[in-house]
Structure formats: structure tokens, C-alpha cells
């Protein structure tokens, strides 16, 4: 057992406990790459976002106490609650700056935490990727903590699975954290676009053909 799960608080071995018990026994997980996964140390975990099961299903699989960014109409509902107890929750307004809520997470990764985040900066309703938002990268830029980049899949079904008793199949690919250039912390709106670029097209590379939005022309001009 690594140094960071044997902190754990009872209750978040708990919670991954049963977040793996329950997807391994209502679905049919797919995940490679856990050998990627730092056990302990900063670090900044990215999931694309399509859908409200992406944060359990990423929860069940990356083993360490992590800290997420929620939208603000969770807060006070069941679900936020839950996000709070199990992933110390901070809450945010979409598309509105924030500064209270990135210094609370410049402050989890600087002590060597680990934050969650959505690239796309909210969840994607097309079914593909929507083009990433610099926030990630930016939090990556003035902490120096590696981006681990996952791609989730099939947990958009789940829910039409279970209605009619089936086990969905629900895919997790984990790439090599990523670590900006020296010299990242000075970065300014260019760089980090680019930076933002990368990590997107990072993203799509993993995921299906189909679920890779507006970067899927993009990844065909590469082939």
C-alpha cells in the first residue's frame, strides 16, 4: 500500500472500496494504464466530462485522495454533499473567475495533493470533446504539478444499461502524467492555449473516434 492511501481517512478507503466493489459489479471495467498513476506526490487528474457517473467511475480508479472542482448548483443537493465528503468538494460558478476557489486548489496540489478537474471546464453534451478551457494547464503552470490526462467512455450509457438489467462496458485509459516545460510558471495566455491544445488532443487520441468532438478532424489530419 502506498504512503498517500495509507493516510486515507477510513471513510475514503471506504468510499473506494465501494466505488470499486459497485462498478466492477454492475459493469464491465476497462481500464489500462494504472501503471501510470503516481501513488503519492502533486498532481493535477484530467477527465474529459460527458456525463455525472465520470467522477465515480474516475474516483473508483485513481487511488488516492483527490480534491475536485464542482459546479455550484450541486452545493446543498445530495450529490454535493457526497462530493464533499468523499472528494473535498470546492464548489465554483461556471464560467465565471474564481480566485478563491484556485488558490483553494493551487493549496491541495502545492502540498502535494491531488486535484481533479475537466479540461472542457464543463460537461460536454454533444457526446465528444468540447474544446478544452486553459484552467487546467493554467493550475499545472503555477504549481508544477504533473497532468495525469484519462479518458472515460461508455459510463453515458450506463444508466439505459441498468434499466434494462445489462452490465455496460465502461472503458478508462490513463496516459503518462505530463509535465509543462521549464519555465511554464511564467506562462501567458498563448502558451497556455497551446499547452491546453496539447492536453485536449492528448485526451482524443485515447478516446474512440466517435467521442472525440470537435478534435476528431484534427487528429485525422495527423494520421
Same mark, same amino acid.
Given at each position: 500500500?502506498?504512503?498517500?492511501r %495509507?493516510?486515507?481517512?477510513?471513510h475514503y478507503?471506504f468510499?473506494h472500496?465501494f466505488?470499486?466493489?459497485?462498478?466492477?459489479v454492475?459493469?464491465r *471495467?476497462?481500464?489500462?494504464?494504472?501503471?501510470?498513476?503516481?501513488q503519492?506526490?502533486?498532481?493535477?487528474v484530467?477527465?474529459?466530462h *460527458?456525463?455525472?457517473l465520470?467522477?465515480?467511475? $474516475?474516483?473508483?480508479?485513481?487511488?488516492?485522495? #483527490?480534491?475536485v472542482?464542482a %459546479?455550484?448548483?450541486?452545493r446543498g443537493?445530495?450529490?454535493?454533499?457526497?462530493m464533499?465528503i468523499?472528494?473535498?468538494?470546492?464548489?465554483v460558478?461556471?464560467?465565471?473567475?474564481?480566485? =478563491?476557489a484556485?488558490?483553494?486548489a493551487?493549496? $491541495?496540489v502545492?502540498?502535494g &495533493?491531488?486535484? &481533479?478537474?475537466?479540461p472542457?471546464?464543463?460537461?460536454?453534451?454533444t457526446g &465528444?470533446l468540447?474544446? &478544452?478551457?486553459?484552467?487546467?494547464?493554467?493550475?499545472?503552470?503555477?504549481?508544477?504539478?504533473p497532468i495525469?490526462?484519462?479518458a472515460?467512455?461508455?459510463q453515458e =450509457?450506463? *444508466?439505459?444499461h441498468?434499466?434494462h438489467l445489462?452490465?455496460?462496458?465502461?472503458?478508462v485509459?490513463?496516459a503518462?502524467p $505530463?509535465?509543462l516545460?521549464a519555465g511554464?510558471? +511564467?506562462?501567458?495566455?498563448?502558451e497556455l492555449?497551446?499547452?491546453?491544445? #496539447?492536453l485536449?488532443l492528448?485526451?482524443? +487520441? *485515447?478516446?474512440? =473516434?466517435d467521442?472525440?468532438g470537435?478534435?476528431a478532424?484534427?487528429l485525422?489530419? #495527423?494520421?
Open positions: 500500500m502506498s504512503t498517500d %495509507a493516510r486515507l481517512p477510513v478507503r468510499g472500496w466505488a470499486r466493489t459497485f462498478f466492477r454492475v459493469s *471495467m476497462d481500464v489500462r494504464g494504472r501503471e501510470n498513476i503516481p503519492a506526490g502533486p498532481l493535477i484530467a477527465a474529459n *460527458m456525463h455525472a465520470d467522477l465515480p467511475v $474516475v474516483f473508483a480508479v485513481v487511488p488516492r485522495r #483527490q480534491t472542482f %459546479a455550484s448548483k450541486w443537493k445530495f450529490a454535493g454533499w457526497l464533499q468523499f472528494a473535498d468538494a470546492i464548489f460558478e461556471r464560467g465565471e473567475p474564481d480566485r =478563491q484556485i488558490a483553494r493551487l493549496e $491541495v502545492r502540498q &495533493g491531488a486535484l &481533479g478537474v475537466a472542457e471546464g464543463t460537461r460536454s453534451r &465528444g468540447i474544446e &478544452g478551457k486553459p484552467g487546467t494547464v493554467y493550475l499545472a503552470s503555477r504549481s508544477g504539478a495525469l490526462p484519462i472515460v467512455w461508455g =450509457q450506463a *444508466m439505459w441498468w434499466a445489462r452490465r455496460p462496458e465502461i472503458h485509459r490513463i503518462e $505530463v509535465s516545460p511554464a510558471e +511564467h506562462a501567458r495566455s498563448v492555449a497551446s499547452y491546453t491544445d #496539447q485536449m492528448t485526451l482524443a +487520441h *485515447m478516446l474512440p =473516434q467521442y472525440r470537435v478534435y478532424s484534427r485525422k489530419e #495527423q494520421d
